[in-house]
């Protein structure tokens, strides 16, 4: 499942080709426009994170069933994995400068999750800190905290080819362990 940031659209992970790169790849995904989105064209919009998560559930368990997602969400996106994680199962998840980690919800459920979860970030970011990423890394068993030298807040913009060999890094590492 693909979540993009609040100032984009699913067609981000296109123009990065993550999505060509996924499909000869053979890994399903799911890349939808989230209501939360400011320039999403779906309808109603909302920032509500739970309805943004029920969006997430219905569109994971209407596509593949039962199964538990790898998530990849970015920055707002990434908040809503988190939430979604804390609700749901999952296999995995790769956030890239996620938003709002410190909510008491999250706290209290990161020292209770198993499964890998890589964190990108930007060193140019200008939205959240690196201490805050790295905090975060700390208060999750199986985290990995990937830095992209001289990149924004979207590090995934600057170094498309390296997200997209993280994002397959981290496929393999949930496929091994299943």
């Given amino acids: ?23 000869k790849q053979k890994i399903p995904f799911i890349a939808l426009d ?8 779906c309808s109603p919009h909302t920032r509500n994170p739970d309805k943004n998560v029920n969006v ?7 596509v593949f069933g039962k199964v538990k997602p ?4 970015a920055s ?10 804390v609700r749901h199962p999952v296999r995995g998840l790769l956030l890239i400068a996620p938003v709002h ?6 706290l ?3 020292g ?3 499964f890998p979860v890589y964190i990108i970030y930007g060193t140019k970011d200008d939205v959240v800190s690196i201490d805050s990423m790295k905090k975060l890394a700390s208060l999750i068993k199986k985290s990995k905290l990937i830095i992209y030298e001289d990149a924004k807040h979207p590090a995934y913009l600057t170094y498309p080819e390296r997200f997209r060999d993280d994002v397959l890094n981290l496929y393999h590492e949930i496929q091994s362990i299943d």
Avoid: Q
């Fill in 56 to 62: 997430v559930y219905e569109a994971v368990h209407g």
């Fill in 112 to 114: 209770e999750w198993s």
């Fill in 1 to 23: 499942m693909l979540l993009h940031g609040y100032m984009f659209t699913s067609d981000v992970w296109r123009s990065i080709g993550l999505l060509e790169y996924l499909e």
């Fill in 76 to 85: 707002l996106g990434g908040y809503i994995a988190l939430k979604y994680s």
């Fill in 108 to 110: 209290s459920k990161y």
């Fill in 70 to 73: 790898i998530i990849v969400g």
């Fill in 34 to 41: 989230m209501p939360y989105g400011a320039k999403s064209k």
């Fill in 101 to 106: 980690v410190f909510e008491d919800e999250l």
